[in-house]
């Protein structure tokens, strides 16, 4: 028997029949994203954190195309883009290619390092080919230290991306004209891996991804699927890589280090492995802690840390399947039913975001003193020494009434949160039973 779209299993599951107009939406929001933020506020520190973001999407993308599409989690993803982009900063810098091509450069750069390195990692699967690698980017590490008459060593290689080519009337110096190319190639790529995720290929790398011994059955050969998503994966990596190069205008070592595959391991699996838009989101996320929350605080790879284990905790398929279960609940249930429960839950989150950053920053002022700020360390009575001179106004005894207070309240926000969404879901279960009855 069809169930109706409007069903619980079907609001549990968030898959619901997408409108044309739905569909659009994430890229109408993706475009919005890019472009109006520089016409309100054209900053200097607004354009670095969306050239950031615009590349760590397009990495996260890319990314995604091994562990959402094809089940290959990889622990060395940024040597495609590294040296994608080392392979860019060399041709660029030879002379004849326009910036505006620069990244397909990068991008084949890319591919032909995962032709090499997907021909060793993909003879094996699961844990084998994360170990592998694992193993891979460490060579490569060790590699551009040992060899800096090619990786620049410590210095990187550098370029001038208002030294080529230039089309009439663009120079590519200034970082609002170089953002604006960064920004349509991050629109370019997404459309492109958009459109390889709906093609065949990409059907028989989920059937793989699913059950491969099945997909071997039917006449797959699932090593050749695996290693046809490396060299694809690894040429919008390159892209992604070269677009970091557009932006500093330098690739150096760190760019092809564990760090940065962990970075995008984590802006994938916040966003959300199943969406496509998943992994867009999680490039957000993780750019807005490593740019303007690490500009404020030292602290933001514990908030970033925190705020990883919060997702998968409470949400496992991410940002992307979160906001597609809450969507599809307000719509089965109306935003009245649901507002109680909403207003409680966002008031325990913020309560709760309150006591821990006002502890984590005493804790860093304490530790640090002026690093953190003098007017923190002062208000806290923390972080007082010879060197830093600071007059305490608040002792810890009231600061840790005030997280006791905070905490409290925190608890009985949740506590409050928790019956309304309880009180939600009875009243779709008894709506559903006397449906049933009748």
């Excluded at 009245?336 to 006591?355: E, V």
Aim: hydrophobic share 55%; aromatic share 10%; net charge positive.
């Amino acid at each position: 028997m069809r169930k109706r779209s409007g069903s619980s299993d079907a609001m549990d599951s968030g898959v619901r029949p997408c409108s044309p107009g739905r569909a659009l939406a994430p890229w109408l929001a993706l475009v919005i994203f890019l472009a109006v933020p520089p016409f309100i506020w054209p900053h200097s520190w607004l354009l670095a954190y969306l050239a950031q973001s615009a590349t760590m999407i397009v990495f996260a993308l890319s990314y995604n195309l091994l562990l959402g599409e094809t089940g290959l989690l990889s622990f060395g993803h940024a040597a495609f883009a590294g040296l994608g982009a080392l392979i860019a900063a060399r041709v660029f810098n030879a002379g004849g290619v326009p910036l505006v091509l620069l990244p397909v450069v990068g991008g084949l750069g890319g591919a032909l390092c995962g032709v090499l390195f997907g021909f060793i990692a993909t003879r094996r699967a699961g844990t084998a080919f994360a170990m592998i690698t694992l193993g891979l980017g460490e060579l490569l590490v060790a590699a551009a230290w040992t060899l800096p008459g090619w990786f620049g060593g410590e210095a990187g290689v550098a370029i001038d991306r208002a030294s080529g080519p230039l089309p009439g009337g663009w120079s590519f110096g200034p970082a609002r004209e170089a953002y604006a190319l960064i920004a349509l190639w991050c629109v370019v790529a997404s459309i492109a891996m958009f459109a390889l995720s709906r093609t065949p290929f990409m059907r028989l790398a989920n059937a793989v991804r699913d059950n491969p011994a099945r997909a071997a059955a039917i006449g797959c050969y699932p090593r050749r699927v695996r290693y046809g998503v490396v060299v694809l994966s690894a040429f919008f990596a390159g892209i992604a890589g070269t677009l970091g190069l557009i932006n500093i205008e330098l690739v150096s070592t760190e760019g092809v280090g564990m760090m940065r595959s962990g970075a995008v391991l984590i802006a994938t699996v916040i966003g959300g492995t199943a969406a496509f838009f998943g992994p867009v989101a999680g490039a957000i996320v993780i750019t807005f802690f490593s740019v303007v929350v690490a500009s404020v605080t030292r602290a933001w790879l514990f908030y970033l840390g925190l705020f990883f284990v919060v997702v998968v905790m409470a949400a496992p398929d991410g940002l992307a399947g979160f906001t597609s279960r809450q969507v599809a609940r307000i719509a089965a249930y109306g935003w009245r039913g649901c507002r109680a429960a909403y207003l409680w839950s966002a008031a325990a989150g913020l309560l709760w975001l309150a006591a821990i950053v006002i502890a984590v920053q005493w804790a860093y002022a304490a530790q640090f003193g002026a690093d953190e700020g003098a007017a923190f360390s002062a208000w806290f009575g923390a972080g007082a020494s010879a060197d830093v001179p600071v007059a305490p106004t608040l002792s810890p005894g009231p600061l840790a009434l005030t997280l006791v207070a905070l905490a409290a309240l925190a608890a009985l926000s949740t506590r409050q949160a928790l019956r309304a969404h309880a009180r939600v879901t009875a009243h779709a279960r008894a709506a559903r039973s006397s449906g049933a009855a009748r």
